[in-house]
């Protein structure tokens, strides 16, 4: 038994695997990264998610009424991954994946205690939080600077809302892998988080 | 220094080159023209396509209708524009001309 997951792409109801619609999911905003600053993003996408519909209603046929795994595989197989479609316009998407796959320092505000600066530094450089945590708490403890020193930095960085920015903040290259797993996660906390409640 | 990058700029100009082709004969459902470019092996993957033939309809070149379909959603024809046909008459001319030059040195 599984759970399944209503959804709408171009236009037409599915019904999905949970982890299809996580593959899905993460295929889909990888496609938008790849065309964000192109003048048309949003038809292209359109065009791409209507084409994506009617494959699957051909892979499902009469019979069939959930979308599996395997199904979003074999259609994105079809469709190609962003990594795919570099021969199209090789010097700006590969500029745009080289600068995608940077490295900043965000807050984190996954993982926060006050305002997600110890968090941020210790995701950016792949620490315990609790390391840049006590050092700032000894700093401030010892004068006044450590206190000053965080909201300067509070101030001066931005928070990593979307994926893209989280993958950055870890420096991880960002590509369908590892959004998935971001959503993943993302989709884990709000199901605690909805639990807890 | 690879030959990929040289290979992906000559590709990326032949791909608009013979999108317009098949277009010039009829107008098209996207998948007819992935199908024909599958077959000549000149993409591999449909998601290619979409980016180029969004940026010829916004320059101009090309055109669209929409088809009602039995399977699903309705589809975009695509066709060439009169603008279209001229920069295709043009691109002929220099293909022509490229391929005499190349074939020259190549001797």
Known sequence: MKVTVNINIGGYAFHMDEDAYHELKAYLRSLELHFTGEESASEIMADIETRMAELFRARLGTFRQVITMSDVREVMEIMGRPEDFVDQDSYTARDKFASTSSHRMYRDPDNRMIGGVCSGMAAYWHLDPIIPRVIFLALILAGGLGLFAYLILWIVLPEARTTAQKIEMRGDPVNVHNIKESVREEFERVKKNFKNK | ?107
């Open chain 2, 1 to 107: 220094m690879n030959s990929e990058n040289a290979k992906a700029q000559m590709r990326k100009g032949i791909l608009e080159y013979c999108i317009l082709l098949i277009l010039s004969r009829n107008s098209c459902y996207a998948s007819d023209i992935i199908k024909e470019l599958r077959e000549v092996k000149l993409i591999v993957v449909e998601g290619t396509l979409y980016p180029l033939l969004t940026r010829q309809k916004n320059s101009g070149l090309l055109s669209y209708r929409w088809e009602e379909s039995q399977q699903g959603p309705p589809r975009k024809y695509y066709e060439l524009t009169e603008a279209g046909r001229e920069y295709l008459k043009d691109l002929d001319q220099s293909w022509n001309e490229l391929i005499e030059s190349v074939n020259l040195i190549r001797k």
